[in-house]
């Protein structure tokens, strides 16, 4: 079968490279990621003419040929064939048509290593509205490439470019014969050198082998040669890229005087700018932020909330059908108790990352994404991250999954890493029923000043406890750990535009996707192990509780379901989840917890909302009496074997403090895992957060015997 060729595209940020990706595939999308990095790349099928297709890839956006952030240097070794999956056959380079003078400098750069190239000219029309006019032929003429003007969100000129993409793959030759500036002034007899070695290439291509060959994956010998001839010519790249760039830009100045026409500086403030002076404003920009992340945290709430429920309902139902037509033996409750709840349990997250990705989506086709950056870099940068966490942060409130997820917009490693690992501290969605429950037991329904719940100030208490937390680490991180690069907070503002709905559409299925391929798998395999602790135990011990309740239930005026709820309360407490929970109980003992909430704290780690069904099992409560009075009573009438109360105010704060900060969630140690690549960063988050929480929580419960 023969290979189609592969089309780059490739472009600065914002640029508008996105959107011409899925006006050339019809959005007919796949998502994978590259070897050894954290980043996604999106290939799709476009049809060029009526016999020939191409695989189009959508690259990282970079503002220059010289790589900083681990996703630029994807991009930068797709170009150089350095990435076995991508062997491109020709370039589109997107270039933002009102922003010509600096998306020019990377686009010169890609001509001069002399692959075969189509420059795609964006966003015309808000080029004519600043009043910027570019002859198009002239251009074509200057830079010895062809030149294609497109607007991809109405569908112009994408047939043109077809087109000319499948004539420049018939016509690989046909390339600039100069180099846009002259070499031979920076580093000639280098480059002639390193020529020789690798014909045949350009000299830019020769002069990018001389600065980065360490990086690329070159036999040994080449290696050796390239680095001899960097010693033996006293090679200064630093000084090299400067003294290019200062050429390109003169260059690209000439060139701009002879095709764009550009108007009076003075001309009045477009609306984007008008705009920008409410929205950046020192005092309203936060007000509007606020009420917007405030909206969107909400919306993750309200908009999920339903499709939750009916994926919650569709699955109970599921069970109680199979439950009535199986017969009732080990496999059905595998089926049932294991595979089917562990699904139930990937699938419960999926409408909350798809609403929120969605938000996201939407708020970066605004171009009001980057302005909450911008706001927030100030206070992220005082404890060591930077503008970009915010967005992870607050939305790791509804869930930590799906804002691990969103950290993958912070260039810094480390700030990235950070903002990852301090994520889960913010209190989610499913400690709520945690945080409800016990709230109810210990905190009187009383209202301070006569209108501010009591109840409600100990749970805004808890949220803020850990976000107040989280940044607090952020910032004593840096008095610990050396950080080996240093931050910069380089953000582009770009104009405001109408969001995408199909866009917003792609990106949420494409989210929820890699989120149940990639991470369910591991939240399948801790459910069915968690299933395993619960349903067995050692020897026939089982077997003779079963028989226990055997005659009770055959008798005929027995309570079915008293005695059923019974039966698996005991089951539960001699299994070998129950016995982890006991053996589990001299350590939690001095938090106040006994051997039940051991078993809570074991079974809520397949996620933390379990923590109020596994008591309910516990205390005999049915399924339809869950957070009800009934639960919270009988929790209250717990005693311990001296008699004492269960859940005292010391007790109760202990475990809502413990849950605050430890994480019992392995669906985000399973997204951490995948977006670290290492189970390194997960188990060593999980080991500090149990510290932490155990720490605290001791503390608490002293404070309130």
Not at 186 to 204: M, N, R
């Amino acid at each position: 079968m023969k290979k189609i060729p592969q089309i780059v595209l490739v472009g600065n940020p914002n640029s508008g490279k996105t959107s011409l990706f899925n006006a050339l595939t019809g959005m007919n999308q796949k998502v994978g990621n590259f070897p050894g990095v954290t980043v996604d790349k999106v290939s799709g099928i476009a049809r060029l003419t009526d016999s020939w297709e191409a695989e189009m890839i959508d690259l990282p956006g970079m503002y220059s040929l010289y790589p900083r952030r681990p996703d630029e240097w994807v991009t930068y070794k797709s170009l150089f064939r350095q990435e076995k999956s991508i062997q491109p056959d020709a370039v589109v380079i997107v270039v933002d048509a009102s922003n010509l003078k600096r998306n020019l400098l990377f686009c010169t750069q890609i001509i001069d290593l002399k692959l075969p190239a189509v420059l795609a000219l964006t966003m015309v029309d808000l080029a004519a509205k600043k009043g910027i006019q570019i002859d198009i032929p002239g251009l074509e003429r200057e830079l010895g490439v062809p030149v294609v003007a497109v607007n991809p969100r109405k569908n112009k000129g994408i047939s043109n470019l077809k087109k000319t993409i499948a004539l420049l793959l018939q016509q690989r030759s046909l390339h600039p014969v100069r180099d846009f500036i002259d070499l031979k002034e920076l580093a000639g007899t280098p480059i002639q050198e390193v020529k020789t070695l690798l014909p045949p290439v350009s000299d830019y291509t020769a002069l990018h082998y001389l600065v980065h060959h360490e990086s690329f994956d070159l036999p040994e010998p080449l290696q050796e040669a390239i680095e001899e001839v960097e010693i033996k010519n006293s090679f200064n790249p630093a000084k090299t890229q400067a003294e290019e760039t200062l050429k390109r830009y003169q260059r690209i100045k000439q060139i701009m005087q002879h095709t764009v026409s550009e108007p009076d500086p003075l001309q009045r403030e477009l609306f984007t700018q008008k705009l920008d002076m409410i929205l950046l404003h020192r005092r309203w920009g936060y007000v509007i932020l606020f009420g917007v992340l405030f909206l969107m945290f909400q919306s993750v709430f309200w908009l999920a909330q339903h499709p939750m429920d009916w994926i919650d309902y569709g699955f109970a139902e599921l069970s109680r059908f199979l439950g009535s037509r199986l017969p009732d033996n080990r496999w059905t409750d595998l089926l049932i108790n294991g595979l089917i709840a562990g699904l139930s349990g990937i699938l419960m997250f999926v409408p909350q990352i798809m609403i929120l990705f969605g938000l996201i989506t939407l708020l970066e086709d605004t171009g009001y994404m980057a302005r909450i950056s911008f706001l927030t870099d100030r206070l992220m940068r005082n404890v060591g991250l930077n503008g970009k966490s915010v967005m992870p942060l607050i939305s790791g409130f509804a869930c930590a999954v799906p804002a691990i997820m969103s950290a993958r917009g912070i260039e810094n490693r480390w700030e990235r890493l950070l903002t990852i690992l301090i994520t889960p501290l913010m209190s989610c969605s499913a400690r709520l029923p945690v945080y409800t429950i016990l709230i109810g037991l210990v905190v009187p329904q009383q209202y301070v000043f006569g209108f501010l719940s009591l109840q409600g100030l100990v749970m805004m208490a808890l949220y803020m406890l850990g976000l107040v937390t989280g940044l607090a680490l952020a910032y004593l991180s840096r008095f610990f750990i050396r950080r080996r690069e240093k931050s910069y907070f380089l953000l582009e503002l770009p104009p405001y535009r109408r969001p995408r709905w199909s866009n917003a559409f792609t990106t949420m299925v494409n989210k929820a996707r890699i989120f149940v391929t990639d991470a369910g798998k591991v939240i399948m395999i801790i459910s069915l192990l968690l299933w395993a602790l619960s349903a067995f135990g050692p020897g026939n011990m089982m077997h003779r509780i079963e028989k226990k309740y055997a005659y009770s239930l055959s008798q005929p005026n027995a309570d079915i379901n008293e005695l059923n709820r019974q039966l698996q309360a005991e089951k539960l407490e001699h299994s070998y989840a129950g016995i982890l929970g006991k053996t589990l109980e001299p350590v939690i003992a001095p938090l106040g917890f006994d051997w039940k909430i051991g078993i809570a704290l074991i079974t809520s780690f397949a996620a933390r909302e379990v923590f109020v069904g596994t008591m309910a099992t516990l205390y005999s409560v049915g399924d339809e009496e869950i957070g009800s009075r009934m639960l919270k009573e009988k929790m209250s009438a717990a005693r311990r074997p001296d008699g004492s109360p269960v859940f005292t105010k010391a007790t109760a704060f202990s475990l809502m403090i413990f849950y605050v900060f430890a994480l019992q969630c392995m669906s985000t140690l399973a997204v951490v895992r995948r977006e670290t690549r290492s189970w390194k960063w997960p188990a060593l988050q999980f080991l500090f957060m149990t510290l932490l929480a155990y720490v605290i929580s001791f503390i608490t419960y002293r404070l309130f015997l």
